[in-house]
């Protein structure tokens, strides 16, 4: 569970604003339904159900983007009622919600939820008492609320730069081993979804052509695979360059039989259209479908078994492992 929030920001902001907001308005709950007050009591119960179940959302499905979305929207319609219910007493939770939305959600969601928040807020503040305290709020609503979008925004250009660094290979363009290993986990952690496949591609006789041609030569066969296998990508396929001469692709097929044809179709493909500079390229290819593993490396080390047993065929040959 740490290891979790180590690793999703998202997660930890959900979790924590979910957590304490849960606790901080349970108590109100309880002490409105105590003096008697059901009508706030039951709104305070609605929002910390509401607020709980996004929580288990995140961590149930790993999908935090959504839950983050689901999150923000959620806060904000509850931010609405509780202008219209609270008056200026609701003040301190719109500033929480709307700095908080653009750590929860996509920005989009975010501005959007954030926005409306901000002018229902204002306009039921304002409808009931034009002063310089309420339009003091207001404007700090909307400091609050421009500041926020901006700073995402610039996070956001910022973020999406690192990530094109971290997770493309620099010499192909295509994902690197990091992806590969997340995307194979989410695969792991979706399996009730469909079913997926993993080949593992190995340029035959590679070393050869660094050695004969240099690394210059070597690198253009590469970047030429790469493209390659790009082209050979079907609706919901991926590939990436797992290290050297290493390619990997992640299929959603339904049997071994099925992989193996793909696999077939990818090492034709390579044959026939893949030219170096010492003559035609080849690739020995193994693969493996997931079956009981509950980490990718279980899983990628059957597909790479099977490379070793089709590299040791003489190449240019797919091995797909039995089913377990």
């Not at 050297?244 to 299929?251: A, K, N, P, Q, S």
């Not at 020995?284 to 490396?297: H, N």
Request: charged share 20%; with cysteine; hydrophobic share 50%.
């Amino acid at each position: 569970m740490i290891s979790r929030l180590r690793n999703d920001f998202r997660l930890t902001i959900i979790t924590l604003l979910g957590s304490v907001s849960s606790a901080v308005i349970g108590s109100f709950m309880v002490w409105r339904l105590l003096r008697g007050d059901w009508l706030l009591g039951v709104f305070d119960a609605a929002v910390v159900v509401s607020v709980m179940a996004v929580v288990r959302m995140a961590w149930r499905d790993g999908h935090t983007e959504r839950a983050g979305a689901w999150m923000a929207v959620i806060n904000s319609g509850f931010g609405i009622v509780a202008g219209l219910v609270l008056g200026a007493g609701a003040s301190g939770w719109i500033y929480v919600i709307l700095m908080t939305s653009f750590y929860l959600a996509p920005l989009r969601v975010a501005a959007t939820a954030g926005g409306l928040l901000l002018v229902c807020a204002s306009a039921i503040l304002l409808w009931r008492d034009v002063g310089p305290n309420h339009i003091s709020t207001m404007v700090t609503w909307s400091l609050v609320y421009g500041f926020s979008l901006a700073f995402a925004r610039r996070a956001s250009k910022h973020r999406d730069s690192l990530e094109a660094l971290a997770s493309l290979d620099p010499l192909t363009g295509i994902p690197n081993r990091g992806m590969l290993e997340a995307d194979l986990q989410q695969a792991i952690l979706r399996r009730q979804g469909g079913r997926f496949g993993v080949l593992v591609l190995d340029l035959d006789r590679f070393k050869a052509v660094n050695d004969t041609f240099g690394h210059a030569a070597g690198d253009a066969v590469l970047v030429d695979l790469a493209r390659l296998l790009r082209e050979e990508l079907r609706q919901g396929d991926s590939v990436y360059r797992f290290g050297g001469e290493e390619f990997v692709m992640l299929l959603p097929v339904g049997s071994e039989g099925a992989l193996a044809r793909a696999g077939e179709r990818v090492r034709a493909a390579v044959e026939t259209h893949l030219v170096g500079p010492g003559g035609p390229i080849t690739v020995a290819i193994g693969g493996a479908m997931l079956s009981v593993e509950r980490d990718w490396q279980d899983w990628f080390a059957r597909a790479d078994a099977s490379l070793y047993l089709a590299k040791r065929a003489g190449g240019n040959t797919v091995h797909v492992a039995d089913p377990l």
